[in-house]
């Protein structure tokens, strides 16, 4: 049986590929602070859906064999390191992080503690067991100021927006340290706009749906003047997973002279995973009426700091190495995710 680290297993997206990796029959060390971000007990509820239930202790467990958990801040570099040595991971996927733009304005050492620190310690974690690929979270926001669509790896991306972004792109480039020092093979994943059950509740179709169903006013930025490449959690997790049984290679014929930002001769590489169809947020906002049978009230809202007004993934690299593409519709997508914010919520 295959081991594998699963950072920020209680999130979103974690949560997701935990639950697809145990179907697969992975073991799985669950490593996540359960912080107070959002609702916790929505947290605690992905949990329960893995198997983990809390002890007299307040302590996750599980009657598997297949699945442990473990509370941890990353930032905590001694704990998270004993963690490693004690699993011994054959592979580690890293999605813990703060997540945010617009929280990052506000809360901007949280995200140099966590995704920065907390990142340090996977790294080092990485060193000291030798798993056989890190896979980790990157963020179409490390694209920036680039209006060049759709997005590929292979152009530059120094010029963030956010310090999220900038979190990210720092990542890349520590990644990318350990994979030239210790032969660690790496391979960030840049998401582009998550979305489905079992969703965050600052996402904006979380918003939305709350919103509309209570009879409140939505707030659409950019007088709606924006496009997402909304991509469905389902697609995200399988494109995941085939990366991580596809680990990069040394490259001994990189070109040092003109090199690609998302290579390197080191065991190293970037790849975008998205849908590759962007989405006007009001077509998104359209979907989710028709989803809800219900009309939206709309405020109109100009351009946030540190928002980009288009996302748009060029997946051709993840669909060559793996054979992805996304298979969910924005309607299908959005239609699933209605379904389980009626039943989880009780509406």
């Known amino acids: 049986m295959k081991k594998i680290i699963v950072t920020g297993s209680a ?186 059950p079992w969703g965050r509740p600052d996402m904006a179709l979380f918003i939305f749906v709350k919103n509309i169903l209570e009879g409140k006013p939505i707030q659409v930025y950019n007088n709606g003047e924006m496009l997402r490449d909304f991509t469905f959690v389902e697609d995200i997790v399988e494109g995941v997973y085939r990366v991580m049984l596809n680990k990069p290679n040394s490259n001994s014929s990189f070109d040092h002279e003109t090199p690609h930002p998302s290579e390197s001769s080191a065991p190293f590489r970037i790849l975008n995973i998205g849908n590759n169809a962007p989405v006007k947020l009001l077509d998104f906002v359209y979907a989710i009426e028709n989803a809800l049978g219900k009309k939206a009230t709309i405020d109109f809202q100009p351009l946030q700091p540190g928002d980009v007004t288009k996302t748009y993934a060029d997946v051709s690299k993840l669909q060559k190495l793996t054979g992805y593409k996304p298979e969910t519709t924005i309607q299908e997508g959005i239609n699933a995710f209605v379904s389980w914010y009626k039943e989880y919520y009780k509406v």
């Not at 991971?89 to 890293?94: E, G, K, M, T």
């Not at 907390?118 to 790294?123: A, C, D, K, P, V």
């Not at 067991?129 to 896979?135: A, D, F, G, M, S």
């Not at 120094?158 to 020092?181: F, V």
Request: net charge neutral.
């Open 11 to 196: 999130g979103f997206i974690g949560f997701h590929l935990t639950k697809r990796l145990l179907a697969e029959g992975y073991q799985v060390l669950a490593l996540d602070n359960l912080n107070d971000y959002y609702d916790v007990n929505l947290k605690f509820a992905r949990l329960q859906q893995l198997g983990l239930s809390a002890n007299q202790e307040g302590k996750f467990v599980s009657k598997s064999s297949n699945i442990s958990f473990e509370k941890v801040d990353l930032e905590n570099h001694d704990e998270v390191v004993k963690h490693f040595e004690q699993f011994n991971p054959d592979y580690v996927i890293h999605l813990a992080a703060q997540a945010g733009v617009r929280y990052s304005l506000t809360n901007p050492r949280t995200y140099t503690r966590s995704n920065v620190e907390g990142f340090l310690s996977i790294l080092e974690g990485c060193r000291r067991t030798k798993p056989k690929h890190l896979v980790y979270a990157s963020s179409s926001s490390v694209y920036g100021l680039n209006k060049g669509y759709p997005f590929q790896e292979d152009v530059y991306t120094d010029h963030a927006m956010s310090l999220y972004a900038a979190t990210k792109r720092a990542n890349e480039i520590m990644a990318h340290s350990y994979s030239h020092l210790y032969d660690l093979p790496t391979t960030g994943l840049r998401f582009f706009t998550a979305y489905g």
